[in-house]
């Protein structure tokens, strides 16, 4: 048998990284550094995009004016996609659902007819397990339970992720769909962890600069020193990515993202050397693994290489 007809499968090839994500920017604002940096050393990285996000809102004020964005959202943030996927010089695939959009009013309206979130799980995780089956990963992200901001897409996004990480490697499970093939890793990303804000709140209070993150950190004090349930209980850290040398390049993804991210908010506050000096990691939590390894890490692939 020639190298090329070789059936092993250990993974001694590149190694492969799926992230799961809910919606166009979404692959920007959680892990985009770490992607980045496995992509740069020669890992395959593969980002999933469950819905097209045709029912965001134009969240940046220096893009409201922009007529594409009136006219075709939907097409606009493809373009935007397209921008960041080049970027961090990753691979993208689009799964094809329609964007559930974030309910709001009281009582909450109904999810729109044929959204995301209300398809019957079989039906939302089967192009997943597919992609699973043919991209072949070592390693999955996605988000926690709670969807890391309860979002119904990015609860779904999370639904399907768990549902692709058991179900790819039984051959019985969704016939139709190519090989089976068994992720050996299961991530849950913990971009809003809160340590790390708290981290970078006391060091832009030190360097004398404004904090965006002072209410966010008083709410959480507030709701411990009333008593109430603290906010809801996140994964521990289990793995550490080293990342800040990519920074730049995530802040580039989140830019491209016009529509969706404000080049003068939130995300922008603290500049990357800033952050390098106090948090030059993104933070996971290790779910499920197959695969022997070591708590705490600093790689994904810790027990695959
Ligand atoms: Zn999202």
Redesign the pocket.
């Known amino acids: 048998m020639s190298a090329r007809e070789s059936t092993d499968s250990r993974p001694t090839a590149p190694l492969r990284l799926l992230a799961v994500?809910?919606?166009p920017?979404?692959e920007a604002s959680k892990g985009a550094a770490t992607m980045a940096s496995y992509a740069a050393a020669g890992v395959e990285v593969m980002v999933a995009t469950c819905t097209g996000?045709e029912r965001g809102s134009i969240l940046n004020p220096g893009a409201e004016d922009d007529p594409a964005g009136k006219r075709d959202l939907a097409g606009l943030r493809r373009r935007e996609m397209a921008a960041s996927q080049a970027a961090l010089g990753i691979r993208h695939r689009w799964l094809g659902f329609t964007d559930s959009g974030l309910p709001e009013g009281d009582p909450l309206p109904d999810l729109p007819f044929g959204c995301f979130a209300l398809q019957p799980l079989e039906r939302a995780a089967a192009p997943l397990v597919k992609l699973v089956r043919e991209f072949r990963p070592h390693v999955i992200i996605s988000y926690d339970e709670n969807g890391g901001y309860p979002?119904p897409?990015?609860i779904m996004a999370h639904k399907v992720a768990v549902e692709a990480f058991a179900a790819a490697g039984d051959p019985e499970r969704y016939p139709g769909t190519g090989s089976a093939w068994e992720p050996s890793k299961l991530y849950y990303d913990r971009a809003f962890n809160p340590e790390r804000f708290r981290a970078l709140h006391f060091a832009l209070e030190e360097a004398g600069l404004k904090s965006p993150y002072a209410e966010r950190i008083a709410a959480w004090q507030e709701t411990d020193a009333e008593g109430h349930q603290p906010p809801a209980p996140t994964h521990a850290t289990t793995t550490q990515i080293e990342c800040g040398d990519f920074f730049e390049v995530r802040d580039e993804a989140l830019r491209s993202h016009r529509t969706q991210v404000d080049p003068n908010g939130f995300f922008f506050a603290v500049s990357p050397d800033l952050q390098r000096k106090v948090w030059p990691w993104e933070d996971y939590s290790l779910i499920e693994s197959r695969v022997e390894t070591d708590l705490p890490e600093t790689d994904l692939f810790a027990g695959i290489r």
Do not use: Y
């Open positions: 994500h809910a919606h920017d979404d996000g979002h897409d990015h």
